[in-house]
């Protein structure tokens, strides 16, 4: 396959640059001021750039569109933009978006700063637990991209880059696959990677399972991490080959045995009894300090839950008991910021006509409903939903999302709750799918979010009506 993944991550893996001076300088499509040039392949060159309007630094990856029609490879370009957006995780550099013009599209990616992996290999084997840590990220990305059925087939050091923190990001999914690309026997048929970092059965040309030739991927690559040099390597390629295709390598005298078992596991030439990436997780070896990664998104980008966020609670945190949750949720009520108002263009765009019971409505991806309640009221109903299905919460401001804990080929049920006020004592509360299947998000929203948020308006009225009932019994001033 042609080459056009050769400047992503150069691109993504340059060292700061900045910006171009030149005030002169039009900006790229009115918002990117673009610097230097980072690298280039065959189809595309990559810059430096700042967003005017945040102050961030990207890559900017330009492709030239009469090239890849020539070449045959606008399925390809597509195919590469779907898997980005499908894969949002703290170790994969990340796709923030893609514009074009007549003659370019333009990926504006993220800027990873520290460069490529390979470079810190090149100057030597790394230390066992340095290698440990790079491995654990890595098998954590795999496994992502696995499970939203994306499979990377080109990983080697040179496409793993490290950021700032020294955190692996992985990079460069010119050559990846999905699963719909799966023939009837279940096999991809296409021979693409690295000569040294492909499997024996992507040599032997007869269909292959992708999940596990990124295993075995993975297992060279921890190979060149502790030893320094490739476990297979002949200045022959076809001699290559018959190593590879043999598994015949050994292990340095300085690997633990641990990490010996785990390489003949990672390194075996038959992919039926190949490791699998729970497997892995499991390993003794790769467990040690091993921490799974929490993240969400929010506003398109990517969140860390252990970023010490004060607005962040989970309905799933055993950290918290359930009185201390309810102290912890009047303490943030009694500070809870006011919602934002809304003018009469909002109001009209949410309604069908001036009728209110347009206001509960369902549009695709989103849900509105009207409510009495208070504010506190109505996100503890929503931490209520979400504690029946194991869901977790995160609030702030007048903001709450939900997160999905099962994992599917889109991810997890990712849903977003905004509370808008119409009056003083009559809010909106916009709901909105956020990632995951639009079916689940469907199920959710019928089975458990309006019986939930229904209930909440129905307990307003009674309570409404009997406070109202009470007050009619009152004596007055002048009995």
């Known amino acids: 396959m042609a080459d056009t993944g050769n400047a992503p991550r150069t691109a993504a893996g340059a060292g700061t640059a900045a910006a171009r001076k030149d005030s002169q300088q039009p900006l790229l499509l009115g918002r990117y001021e673009v610097g230097k040039l980072l690298g280039h392949g065959t189809f595309a060159k990559v810059y430096y750039a700042r967003n005017v309007e945040s102050g961030e630094g990207v890559a900017i990856k330009v492709i030239d569109k009469e090239k890849i029609l020539k070449g045959g490879l606008i399925a390809h370009i597509k195919r590469e933009i779907s898997i980005l957006r499908r894969v949002r995780h703290p170790n994969i550099v990340q796709l923030f978006e893609v514009m ?27 230390k066992e637990e340095v290698a440990r ?28 880059l490290l950021d700032e923190n020294g955190n692996l990001k992985v990079s460069d999914f010119g050559l990846s696959a999905v699963s719909d690309q799966i023939r009837q026997d279940g096999l991809f048929h296409t021979f693409c990677g690295t000569p040294a970092y492909v499997a024996p059965e992507v040599l032997a040309r007869k269909g292959y399972d992708a999940a596990k030739v990124d295993i075995w991927s993975c297992g060279v690559i921890l190979f060149v991490l502790m030893a320094g040099y490739l476990p297979f390597h002949d ?15 050994r292990c340095p005298r300085w690997f633990s045995t641990e990490l010996s078992k785990l390489l003949t ?26 921490k799974h990664i929490k993240f969400y998104i929010e506003d398109d980008k990517l969140c860390n839950v252990d970023d010490g966020e004060d607005d962040v609670g989970s309905s799933s945190d055993q950290s918290l008991s359930e009185s201390d949750s309810e102290v912890e949720m009047r303490r943030k009520v009694t500070t809870l910021p006011r919602p934002a108002s809304l003018n009469a263009f909002d109001i009209i765009s949410f309604s069908r006509g001036f009728d209110l019971s347009g206001l509960f409505e369902d549009g695709g991806d989103e849900t509105r409903f009207v ?57 909106v509360v916009e ?49």
Request: hydrophobic share 35%.
């Open 100 to 126: 074009a013009t007549k003659a370019k599209i333009y990926f504006v990616m993220e800027l990873v700063r520290g460069g490529e992996l390979f470079n810190k290999v090149a100057k030597g084997r790394l």
């Open 265 to 290: 596991r990672l390194l075996d030439t038959n992919p039926e009894s190949r490791i699998t990436i729970p497997e892995v997780m499991e390993n003794r070896w790769f467990k040690k300090g091993f």
């Open 371 to 427: 409510s009495g309640a208070p504010v506190s009221k109505i996100i503890s109903k929503l931490e209520e939903i979400a504690k029946l299905v194991s869901f977790t919460v995160r609030k702030k401001d007048c903001r709450v999302s939900l997160e999905g804990s099962r994992e599917g080929v889109k991810g997890p049920l990712t849903i977003a709750a905004e509370i808008f006020e119409l009056t003083p004592s009559l809010v």
């Open 235 to 249: 200045q022959n390629v076809m001699a290559m080959y018959k190593k590879i295709y043999k598994g015949e390598f």
């Open 133 to 160: 840590k790079y491995f654990q990220q890595l098998i954590s990305a795999v496994s992502f991209c696995h499970a939203r059925g994306v499979y990377h087939r080109d990983l080697k050091p040179e496409n793993l």
């Open 431 to 479: 709901v909105k799918k956020k990632g995951g299947d639009k079916g689940e998000y469907d199920d959710f929203c019928n089975r458990e979010l309006k019986p939930g948020l229904q209930n909440l308006m129905k307990e307003e009225a009674a309570a409404a009506a009997a406070a109202s009932s009470s007050s009619s019994y009152l004596p007055s001033d002048n009995e």
